[in-house]
């Protein structure tokens, strides 16, 4: 893979400060349009999902472009693949789960979570009504989907029966993805239930299905989502950390404050493939959702928990997803610091 972060001496000038003003009227002054943007590489977690919209209208909305910032964004392909990227320096920053950043930093402390965009995890155990699975017990001997083999869901799955001391090997799994279509295994009795995100869940009640789901937090409270960056990155480009968390910040005031999104999905629609956009109301219904979501930590500007990731590793540690590790700096608060004093 080419290298996708440009030197930040190298920058981007003129047409493109001037088109990024256009995006959004009087956004920008005369001083922020003629400024030189800093180009760097965000990836997100997994493609271009509506619940990423507070990087992607930053784009498309000129806010990265306000604080300096020209944003490539790359879509991911799962947290393995953010790690490597921002371990390699082919991205400056992504975005990953709590737990798989605890994984990571097991094996290699090179990496480091900068700010929460989730402060508790986005993950939901989704089952049918006439046959619900309410609790950990509930799925000894039976199989539950999860999104990937040994990522995200499956390592949620392993902590939740280990906090209710149920053998791993008692739980069949079976990779599904995180889409609502998943949900058609669980009538066809092939799956017990699945661990998805919480933009499924509302899908599947949006239309109506006769489903049971609850947040893993209930059984395994972890860190959300976070923004990660690799510790070298951090020590020589905090300040761009930084001006990227203000643009973050900004773009989830703008949009909490909007009262019409349509326009929003229309502009991010033109640039990226949104998955959600292949709705019938073009993805509008889960973007309210998720925005309900980012009241939080645009309130605590991007602020982690402390006791969530204590909590995180404790069951990771249960669940012999890691070794136990006398570093446990898994959070760096000195870019949101520098971005929000």
Not at 53 to 64: K, N, R, S, W
Not at 123 to 144: H, L, R, V
Not at 192 to 202: K, L, R
Not at 293 to 316: F, G, H, Q, R, V
Request: aromatic share 8%; glycine share 8%.
């Amino acid at each position: 893979m080419n290298k996708l972060i440009t030197n930040r001496r190298k920058f981007l000038v003129g047409a493109q400060a001037l088109a990024a003003g256009a995006m959004v009227p009087g956004l920008l002054g005369s001083a922020a349009r003629a400024q030189d943007l800093t180009n760097i590489t965000y990836l997100t977690p997994f493609g271009y999902l509506i619940s990423f919209v507070e990087t992607m209208y930053a784009d498309v909305g000129g806010i990265f472009a306000k604080h300096g910032l020209n944003v490539t964004i790359e879509g991911g392909r799962g947290s393995s693949m953010a790690v490597q990227q921002v371990t390699a320096g082919n991205a400056l920053i992504s975005r990953t789960g709590g737990t798989d950043l605890i994984k990571a930093y097991a094996t290699d402390p090179s990496i480091v979570a900068v700010g929460d965009i989730y402060q508790r995890d986005i993950f939901y155990m989704i089952s049918a009504q006439d046959a619900a699975i309410e609790t950990p017990e509930d799925m000894a001997g039976k199989t539950i989907g999860i999104v990937s083999a040994a990522g995200a869901t499956e390592n949620i799955l392993d902590m939740m029966l280990a906090a209710r001391d149920i053998p791993k090997d008692d739980v069949s799994r079976e990779v599904v993805g995180n889409a609502p279509a998943a949900f058609e295994l669980v009538k066809q009795g092939r799956i017990a239930g699945f661990i998805a995100t919480s933009d499924t869940v509302f899908q599947l009640e949006v239309d109506e299905q006769p489903v049971v789901a609850w947040s893993t937090d209930e059984f395994a409270p972890c860190p959300g989502q976070v923004y990660m960056t690799s510790k070298a990155q951090l020590e020589e480009s905090g300040e761009l950390i930084a001006s990227f968390l203000s643009s973050v910040h900004e773009t989830l005031g703008i949009l909490l404050e909007s009262d019409d999104l349509a326009p929003i999905i229309e502009e991010m629609t033109a640039k990226y493939d949104v998955f959600e956009a292949n709705r019938p109301d073009k993805g509008l219904a889960v973007l309210k959702h998720t925005l309900a979501k980012y009241e939080a930590p645009y309130a605590d500007k991007l602020a982690t928990n402390p006791e969530s990731w204590e909590s995180a590793y404790a069951l990771m540690l249960k669940a012999g997803l890691i070794e136990e590790t006398a570093d446990q700096n898994f959070h760096d608060d000195s870019a949101r610091q520098l971005a929000f004093g």
